[in-house]
Antibody, heavy 120, light 110 residues
Framework: QLQLQESGPGLVKPSETLSLTCTVSGGSISSANSYWGWIRQPPGKGLEWIGSIFHSGSTYYNPSLKSRLTISLDTSKNQFSLKLSSVTAADTAVYYC????????????WGQGTLVTVSS | HSVLTQPPSASGTPGQRVTISCSGSSSNIGSDTVNWFQQLPGTAPKLLIY???QRPSGVPDRFSGSNSGTSASLAISGLQSEDEGDYHC???????????FGGGTKLTVL
């Protein structure tokens, strides 16, 4: 059974960089039929796609976040990571890592989510 | 402001059938398949429907999906109290080259 687990600081100061890691177990992030991504949910609001990364390292980013965003893979640790720079209070949200399946265009596995608060 | 449009709320009594709509455009629902997610209070979203109308293993057949043109719908029949939560539609957008979501619909079982 595939499992994803987010980890990282729960509190980040304004203007600093938010860094999160997703550890994947029960499957390989190098699988050609999968890709990996980050989705966030501000308190009381809907879901927002942040970006995705394929096993090749190719990335797709939400245009509204692209200038501040880096998503990367670490195949040796079966992990992928998110870095979002110059954060503000508007970046406060529950951050989810997730797996997508290419063939059926679906997001089939999600991490439990981690709350990141941006505050001084 | 979400790319896909969902009603903010829906409700029904136990045993009833409810539907939740999701409206998009030619670059998303009109050209790619729709997913629906169930998010129970305090939990992560869970895949409910993929490829417009397919249920993952373990999802009851009370849940069904359909779409037509640039709109999609989720139907829940035989409504149960444990169905109470938020429901989100999502689809890959060919113009954005990324996933787009609806704003979510809060389902209340009266």
């Amino acid at each position: 059974q595939l499992q994803l687990q987010e980890s990282g600081p729960g509190l980040v100061k304004p203007s600093e960089t938010l860094s999160l890691t997703c550890t994947v177990s029960g499957g390989s992030i190098s699988s050609a039929n999968s890709y990996w991504g980050w989705i966030r949910q501000p308190p009381g609001k809907g879901l927002e796609w942040i970006g995705s990364i394929f096993h090749s390292g190719s990335t797709y980013y939400n245009p509204s976040l692209k200038s501040r965003l880096t998503i990367s893979l670490d195949t040796s640790k079966n992990q992928f990571s998110l870095k979002l720079s110059s954060v503000t209070a508007a970046d406060t949200a529950v951050y989810y890592c997730a797996r997508s399946i290419v063939v059926i265009e679906s997001i089939d596995y999600w991490g439990q989510g981690t709350l990141v608060t941006v505050s001084s | 402001h979400s790319v896909l449009t969902q009603p903010p709320s829906a409700s029904g009594t136990p045993g009833q059938r409810v539907t939740i709509s999701c409206s998009g455009s030619s670059s998303n629902i009109g050209s790619d398949t729709v997913n629906w997610f169930q998010q129970l209070p305090g939990t992560a979203p869970k895949l409910l429907i993929y490829s417009n109308n397919q249920r993952p293993s373990g999802v009851p057949d009370r849940f069904s999906g359909s779409n037509s043109g640039t709109s999609a719908s989720l139907a829940i029949s035989g409504l149960q109290s444990e169905d109470e939560g938020d429901y989100h539609c999502a689809v890959w957008d060919d113009s954005l080259n990324g996933w787009v979501f609806g704003g979510g619909t809060k389902l209340t079982v009266l």
